[in-house]
């Protein structure tokens, strides 16, 4: 007989992530053995390098976006923010290359690697409007350019590259804020699923 | 293994041994190590920051190309003033082969380049006298009188000079367009222009649409970027302002418009997008896909990634 | 944060780029660089061998 509390929504969700996830699941002490390659380092130094853009992007958002212009400490400030940003993109395409030549969406991991693509693609964005946010040539430059892009596809009614509050806006919440969501989405997938084994070797499945 | 067993498609279930793996470890290792490398690279390379182009800046440099921008706001011929959507209704824009995408979504950031770009800022110069006149001469005729003048003005504007702090055009029965546009030169030069541009709706402001397209319209921001190789022509999306490394993540969406038929086609915006949209559903259904996701394990690099296992078997 | 004046940058990235063609393939120096050791990078992955991990078959 079912209880009260065994029906409740809390119960219930507490229990499907339970089983989805145990603990020992979302954080183990141990892998396959065939977790033996550099290759798998830079998943986590793309998470890595993800912090860090966060955190010297916080430094930069606390002191607002003029700051770096004129204070020396805030140019420092955004080099930090611009370097932590080719690792990310450095770190996240040999990431993608070395999934991708493990065909690590086999066993129903489809998922994972579809918001490993949409993550992919959002951080291209909000690194753009990173540009476009600069306030300096470079930014007049590339949203002076960008703009046709984008509006011939009609997205430039609503999506104005020209307009400094909004890509400042979309570049410091909602994008950071999908990207972060998406990120956390795609890691706990992997958790849930576990690294992809590798493919059967030919030779050894003939001899059965 | 059951016979339907789809080898890019299912993954044989792991029978073999665990081994002890320290992610929390490996991930602390990670950020310290890349926030030690970004430290070491700004200390060592620092980051690219030149200023931004001001209307002051520009028409103190080149007054001529300045005043001859400004004259195509006024007679229609500027890249905004035949834009079309989001900007007005005058041109269809781009097409993607039957698909009018930006005229059928319309005119949504609205910029009437003779009023916003002219008029306006002309009429927010306080108390000038031949000016005022000439507004209310401007306002107070036809159509066809302002086209007129305009056309009269635009034949003699091949000769314009700039001297002596004036804009000389040889002009006749143009009309207030003289007065026009050597006072938008001169207010321009002094960076009202730059204010008035921007000021449109009030006090406070974030929104640079009206400026930048009046920027972009002239030839010397483009003259300053052919400079630092940012033209679409050199590839220019992924560079960056001096010798810094840009955002090379875009070289297939650059690579598009240096081939043809995009980089002969005047629809080429649109049609790179629409192929960059396509790539990217192609990467993002890979998994689906046969043929290319078999690519894996027919190249084989995976022998490399998991030798010692294979090895071991 | 007045250290920071004296520190700038070691090395000056701030002066014209260095470009390569090839047919009509122009690439900055700089983002050369960047893509040449992105596929070293992931070569020397795939290649180097990986430190500690002896891959021992007993099962949990």
Known sequence: MTTEIDRQWTTRLRRRAEGKLPPEKLLPDTQPSYVSSWIYVFGVTTLAALMVVIATGCVLAIFGPQWWHTSSFGHFVNSLHLWSVEIFFFAMVIHLWGKFFMASWRGGRTLTWMTGVVTFLTSIATAFTGYASQSNFDSQWITTQAKDGINSTGAGAIFNVLNLGQMLMWHIVLLPLAAVVLTALHVLMVRVKGVVPPFADEKVEAAR | ?313 | MSWFNSVGALINLDHPGHFLHWHFIQVSVANALVMTLMVATFVVALLAPFPGRRSRKENR
């Not at chain 2, 056309?151 to 091949?158: I, L, R």
């Open chain 2, 1 to 313: 293994m059951s016979k339907s067993f789809r080898p890019d498609v299912d993954a044989p279930e792991w029978r073999g041994g665990y081994t002890p793996y320290d992610i929390i470890k490996e991930g602390t290792i990670a950020l310290v190590v890349v926030a030690v490398l970004t430290v070491a690279l700004a200390l060592i390379f620092s980051s690219p920051d030149e200023h931004a182009v001001t209307i002051k800046t520009w028409s103190n440099a080149t007054p001529v190309d300045f005043a001859q921008t400004a004259l195509s706001e006024l007679n229609g011929t500027s890249g905004t003033a035949q834009y079309g959507a989001p900007y007005n209704t005058a041109s269809d824009g781009q097409k993607l082969g039957p698909l009018s995408l930006a005229k059928w979504v319309g005119v949504h950031q609205p910029v009437n380049t003779i009023q916003d770009f002219v008029i306006d800022p002309l009429t927010a110069l306080p108390d000038q006298s031949a000016l005022t006149q000439a507004l209310d001469a401007w306002r107070g005729a036809t159509a066809s009188t302002r086209s007129g003048w305009v056309d009269n003005y635009t034949k003699a504007a091949t000769q314009m000079t700039y001297a002596h702090g004036q804009i000389v055009v040889p002009a006749t029965n143009a009309g207030p367009v003289p007065l026009f546009i050597n006072d938008l030169t001169m207010m321009a030069r002094s960076g009202a222009l730059d204010q008035a541009l921007v000021t449109q709706h009030g006090f406070y402001t974030t929104n640079y649409t009206k400026p930048l397209l009046f920027l972009s319209d002239g030839s010397y921001l483009a003259s300053l970027a052919q400079k630092d190789h940012l033209l679409g022509t050199q590839w220019g999306m992924m560079n960056e302002t001096g010798s810094y490394p840009g955002q090379a993540w875009l070289w297939l969406y650059t690579f598009w418009y240096q081939v043809t038929p995009f980089s002969t086609s005047a629809n080429a915006d649109v049609q790179v997008w629409g192929v960059m949209m396509l790539l990217s559903v192609v990467l993002l259904f890979v998994p689906f896909i046969p043929g290319l996701r078999s690519i894996p394990r027919k190249t084989r690099v995976y022998r490399l990634i998991w030798r010692e296992h294979y090895q071991n078997l």
